[in-house]
């Protein structure tokens, strides 16, 4: 009898060591995989056999390449955004059209940052904090899979609510433009 409390006492010592493998998700998880997916679509728009064709399509600044696995990138953040932050309602992706004096100068990006437009219930700093930390994430990642480049930002994130749509004050506006509207990514 007391071999069999011996065991059972064992196996209940070894049931309290063990850890669980919960985990809540944050930034660093929502961007984990984000480049090795992005790269798979984008092989998979450009009908490339192998995402490692399309990874060096983009290292080449093929605009095509690049295009594709931004787009995808941005869906990504945009539900990672959804999922970790109850006030957002929408996110769209939009593009920045580089003044005439930019475009001669030569001071317009390729297709980096990736903007996004992000329509929420309220603006919080949570909300500033959490595109702070996906985008710091997104560069590391960005850096170690494309190569260093340099970059500050990945994400341009513009965040309105209710009063800047209505009032379509700044970026809001093109919410209801008819000329330059964004793509919606994500929805509640």
Not at 84 to 97: A, G, I, M, P, Q
Not at 107 to 118: G, K, R
Not at 122 to 130: E, F, H, P, Q
Request: with cysteine; proline share 4%.
């Amino acid at each position: 009898m007391s071999t069999d409390m011996k065991r059972n006492q064992a196996q209940v010592e070894d049931l309290g060591t063990a850890t669980p493998t919960f985990h809540l998700p944050d930034a660093a998880s929502i961007v984990q995989g984000a480049m090795t997916e992005a790269l798979d679509s984008c092989s998979q728009r450009m009908n490339l056999p192998d995402p490692a064709i399309s990874l060096d399509k983009v290292r080449q600044g093929d605009k095509r390449a690049q295009d594709y696995m931004h787009y995808r990138l941005a869906q990504l953040v945009a539900e990672g955004l959804g999922e970790l932050d109850s006030n957002v309602r929408s996110v769209s992706l939009f593009e920045f059209e580089a003044t005439a004096d930019d475009s001669i100068l030569g001071e317009h990006s390729e297709s980096l940052p990736i903007h996004l437009l992000v329509q929420v219930e309220r603006k919080t700093s949570a909300l500033n904090a959490l595109v702070t930390a996906l985008d710091r994430a997104l560069v590391k990642d960005y850096a170690e899979t494309i190569g260093p480049r340099g970059l500050a930002h990945v994400l341009d994130v513009q965040v309105v609510d209710q009063s800047d749509v209505e009032s379509r004050r700044g970026v809001a506006a093109l919410l209801s433009s008819l000329y330059n509207r964004p793509v919606k990514l994500w929805e509640r």
